[in-house]
């Protein structure tokens, strides 16, 4: 699903972002990029959606290896991820609805393909009852779920978050792991990046930890006793 070989990211005028990171996440795995402030976390994400592009060695998402396609097919494989961000960017003018309607109208779906997955997203996230609300008639908690269900919408095989609940009390944090956790159980590979240590810990997931670019621990939580 996602390999890396070391890899590498140097900004415009030398500053190394991330170097020589090697893993693998298969496919239905739900993982952690965790680490302080500047540990390159949001890089790692914008390098595996594509928004980014290597310096140095391998990364290889979803059966492709993004520096390696045309910059007209680049689109295509970004349209294969689900993107999940800190501050939402929902459109203060669409309802929820609408707002979740947004990958799929860009697509060219079919108004009645639209409305019906657009209604299964909804119901997923808890939401199915608030689908004409504007988003600022929601709360923080519900704008991140309409934000997650306009990243699931289309169905993507990965699902990426940056900071999902950094803007978030730590029950609706909770909520929202949990949601993540149901949607890796129905086969979507999910990549989280957050600094929130104890509620990572709590999840009993995969984590990579990074420290000034570098990979320093791929933490495997035992499996606990039947």
Do not use: W
Request: charged share 25%.
């Amino acid at each position: 699903m996602i390999e890396a070989e070391s890899l590498s990211l140097r900004y415009p005028g030398g500053r190394e972002a991330l170097g020589d990171l090697s893993f693998r996440i298969d496919a239905g795995e739900m993982v952690f990029i965790t680490g302080r402030s500047g540990a390159g976390k949001s890089t790692l994400v914008k390098l595996i959606a594509n928004l980014l592009l290597p310096s140095r060695g391998v990364l290889r998402v979803l059966d492709c290896e993004p520096s390696r396609l045309a910059r007209r097919h680049r689109p295509g494989l970004r349209r294969r991820i689900g993107m999940v961000f800190q501050d939402h960017r929902l459109l203060p003018s669409l309802s929820a609805a609408d707002n979740v309607a947004l990958p799929l109208r860009i697509q060219g779906a079919p108004d009645g393909e639209i409305e019906r997955r657009v209604r299964a997203a909804l119901d997923l996230v808890g939401l199915g009852q608030r689908a004409r609300a504007l988003p600022a008639t929601l709360s923080g908690g519900e704008q991140q779920r309409v934000g997650i269900a306009r990243a699931i919408v289309h169905r993507p095989p990965l699902l990426l978050a940056d900071e999902p609940t950094g803007n978030l009390d730590p029950q609706l944090s909770v909520e929202i792991m949990a949601l993540f956790e149901r949607l890796g159980a129905h086969g979507t590979t999910v990549l989280i990046a957050s600094h929130d240590l104890p509620l990572i810990r709590q999840m009993r997931k995969r984590v990579l930890v990074l420290e000034q670019g570098r990979l320093q621990e791929d933490f495997r939580p035992q499996a606990e006793p039947a």
